[in-house]
């Protein structure tokens, strides 16, 4: 019986990180650890590639024409949303969930999803690598782990 598993070698592998400019002290340190969970695993800062957006919602957009290039593995959304007094968060957090998934499906890049939806600012900082370890760095091993499963599957 055939037995898929991806590993976390990603040595020679490209990266696109696209990051949302919105709650910055968040973003940035999910930028840290997804660059430190690669750089750790075998890739080369060379072979990173930043792109900015202004917020969440603008994330799946960049994400695809990255990922359309051909020129990356994988890509990975950064970016944080943080419940208000209105129910903007329920349509931020919902389309860029939705889009980032659209892109990787429509590309067959595996584009990861690694925006904090939270309560409030303190968990935010708790889940970028105060306390409860940093989602950018586990969301960087799960596009490696994505990018090396499919290239098993093809």
Request: aromatic share 8%; charged share 15%.
């Given at each position: 019986m055939p037995n898929f598993e991806g590993d976390y070698q990603a040595k020679g592998h490209r990266y696109a990180l696209v990051i949302a400019r919105f709650n910055l002290p968040i973003t940035k340190a999910l930028l840290e650890g997804a660059?430190?969970?690669?750089t750790r695993h075998g890739v080369s800062e060379s072979d990173i590639t930043t792109a900015w957006v202004p917020g969440?919602?603008?994330?799946?957009?960049?994400?695809?024409?990255?990922a359309v290039s051909k020129k990356f593995d994988g890509v990975?959304?950064?970016?944080?949303v943080i419940r208000g007094e209105t129910p903007h968060?329920?349509?931020?957090?919902?389309?860029?969930?939705?889009?980032?998934?659209?892109a990787s499906l429509e590309t067959g890049v595996p584009v990861i999803f690694s925006v904090l939806t939270t309560e409030t600012k303190?968990?935010?900082e708790i889940r970028s690598g105060t306390k409860g370890g940093n989602?950018?760095?586990?969301?960087?091993?799960?596009?490696?782990?994505?990018?090396n499963l499919l290239k098993q599957l093809s």
């Open positions: 660059i430190d969970a690669l969440s919602f603008e994330l799946p957009l960049a994400a695809k024409k990255l990975i959304c950064l970016g944080a968060f329920n349509f931020i957090a919902a389309q860029a969930a939705s889009g980032t998934l659209q303190e968990q935010a989602k950018g760095f586990s969301d960087a091993l799960a596009a490696i782990e994505m990018v």
